[in-house]
């Protein structure tokens, strides 16, 4: 396990989401420290991806807290949320790239926003140094459905990047992908994370990207943190509902 | 589905669109403009639909003519042919016909469009940049709807009389300037502005539905023939009851 550091950077706590009847998340509690990989496993449908919706805002909880950088996202205004969100990124697991947009004006998008007086040559420079950085630099002037699924993962992750945040949320970012694909993903997850010193929450049942990329796995089920652990404790409890993941 | 169901969805739709446009109002016309994307939206949206609105307006003036003119030969009044077609085209057929048109172009364009960005997660992926999908999207393209369909409407007009004009020629002779003449003379501006002052409202309706339509759309690429489907079939049926009501309003002003 990575040597972290213990200033937690996201807290959550007693967090309650439901639909309608159905309670997916039912007092979940979370902590995870700057620099550190979080990846949360649980089987599909216990509420793995509604967990990182409500610590983005994009669904509202309907009780308990969630503190990103000691600020409480559950309570915030629309404006305030938008500030929020400038420090954490968000890779979807459809990539969610804008498919009427170039590879450069995916990339683009999101810096003119944020950063409204910066220089057209700054863009410039930082949608390259993305792209450089996923070793696609070649694709700067390409549309999203020229481009294969691993690639196209790798520019969600540039975009995901550009804004330099300090927290990102990983929506399974290897499912659907080929082994040695995903392993390129894995690797490019922790190069970057070495790089910019970003701490993350990690969605995913991919036991390899587990294995790879968790300083921490934490157990879903029945919308509350069953367990956690490192990957090699997890793996030799006997405890069924954990030994499934394993086998 | 029981009566009582379908009738209770029914009003949980007309207030889904109702807050829609409210929220239209209170968030998409505050700062920041979103210029750009809007004169993106009006060249897509009017220029692009030029050539379908022109030829289906010269097909219409033409049609029009020759169905109308067996009808004024047997009383006798052929030669009111360019002021009766100009009339009808001006007033009515003009105006509703492009807005139909528009909206089966338009409507579903922007229902498919929006509906496929929500459930492959475009939306959200803007959301989470800090980006307002309200203003970006659906602002600037119902503002785009609104100021594009009137402009379009003017040329269809124009289109659909010189479509009349050689309709006219088919079966008798007349310059093109009596045409012209017998048709301006017919038509002063109580014709004119409330034909076209309707057609920003349709445009608004067609705007707003497919907006509605695609940014609610839900269960995956069955959900976006849906959106798409569904924009088209409610903003036609809201062309004709915004007709009728600007038809009553009209008289009630005196305009007719």
Same mark, same amino acid.
Do not use: C
């Given at each position: 396990m990575k040597a972290v550091s213990k200033e937690p950077v996201i807290v959550i706590k007693d967090l309650v989401k439901a639909f309608g009847d159905n309670k997916i998340l039912d007092g979940f509690n979370l902590t995870v420290e700057k620099g550190s990989n979080v990846v949360i496993l649980g089987k599909s449908g216990s509420g793995k991806s509604v967990l990182i919706k409500c610590i983005i805002g994009l669904l509202q909880s309907d009780?308990?807290?969630?503190?990103?950088?000691?600020?409480?996202?559950?309570?915030?205004?629309?404006?305030? *949320?938008?500030?929020?969100?400038?420090?954490?990124?968000? *890779?979807?697991?459809?990539?969610?790239?804008?498919?009427?947009?170039?590879?450069?004006?995916?990339?683009?998008?999101? *810096?003119?926003?944020?950063?409204?007086?910066?220089?057209?040559?700054?863009?410039?420079? *930082?949608?390259?140094?993305?792209?450089?950085?996923?070793?696609?630099?070649h694709t700067v002037d390409m549309m999203p459905s020229e481009l294969s699924g691993g690639m196209l993962k790798r520019v969600a992750l540039a975009r995901t990047m550009i804004l330099r945040p300090e927290v990102i949320l990983y929506d399974e970012p290897t499912t659907g992908l080929d082994p040695v694909t995903s392993r390129e993903i894995e690797n490019l997850i922790l190069k970057l994370q070495k790089k910019n010193h970003t701490s993350s929450i990690i969605i995913s049942h991919d036991m390899n990207c587990v294995k790879n990329t968790a300083d921490l796995v934490v157990l879903l089920l029945e919308g509350k943190c069953y367990t956690k652990g490192t990957f090699e404790e997890l793996k030799q409890s006997t405890d069924e509902n954990i030994k499934q993941f394993f086998e | 589905m029981s009566l009582a169901i379908r009738f209770k969805s029914f009003l949980d739709e007309t207030g889904n669109i109702a807050r829609f446009t409210g929220r239209f109002f209170s968030v998409g016309t505050k700062p920041r403009y979103e210029n750009k994307e809007f004169f993106n939206q009006c060249y897509i949206i009017g220029y692009r639909s030029l050539p379908l609105v022109g030829l289906t307006a010269f097909i219409m003036g033409l049609v029009l003519t020759?169905?109308?003119?067996?009808?004024?030969? %047997? !009383?006798? $009044?052929?030669?009111? #042919?360019?002021?009766? $077609?100009?009339?009808?085209?001006v007033r009515e057929i003009g105006p509703v016909i492009t807005a139909l048109i528009f909206a089966g172009k338009i409507g579903s364009s922007i229902g498919a469009e929006l509906g496929s960005m929500k459930v492959t997660e475009q939306i959200d992926a803007m959301t989470v940049s800090g980006i307002k999908p309200f203003k970006y999207l659906v602002a600037t393209r119902?503002?785009?709807?609104?100021?594009?369909?009137?402009?379009?409407?003017?040329?269809? %007009?124009?289109?659909? #009389?010189?479509?009349? !004009? #050689?309709g006219v020629n088919i079966r008798s002779v007349t310059s093109f300037d009596l045409f012209f003449l017998q048709v301006f003379k017919s038509l002063d501006f109580s014709d004119v502005l409330p034909a076209i002052l309707k057609t920003l409202f349709f445009g608004f309706a067609v705007g707003i539905v497919g907006c509605y339509k695609g940014f609610n759309s839900t269960k995956g690429t069955q959900g976006v023939g849906v959106s798409a489907n569904s924009a088209v079939v409610l903003s036609s049926v809201l062309i004709f009851i915004i007709d009728l009501l600007a038809v009553q309003i009209t008289e009630l002003l005196g305009f007719n």
């Open positions: 009780s308990g807290s969630i503190h990103v950088f000691k600020e409480n996202i559950s309570k915030m205004t629309e404006d305030e *949320l938008d500030q929020a969100r400038s420090k954490i990124g968000f *890779l979807f697991q459809s990539n969610a790239l804008y498919d009427s947009m170039t590879i450069r004006e995916n990339l683009e998008f999101p *810096l003119l926003r944020h950063w409204v007086d910066i220089t057209k040559e700054e863009v410039e420079r *930082l949608v390259n140094e993305a792209l450089e950085n996923v070793d696609l630099l | 020759m169905q109308l003119r067996p009808s004024l030969v %047997d !009383y006798g $009044v052929e030669s009111q #042919l360019p002021v009766m $077609v100009g009339l009808a085209i119902v503002l785009a709807t609104t100021l594009m369909l009137p402009l379009l409407t003017i040329l269809g %007009d124009a289109i659909s #009389l010189f479509g009349a !004009y #050689l």
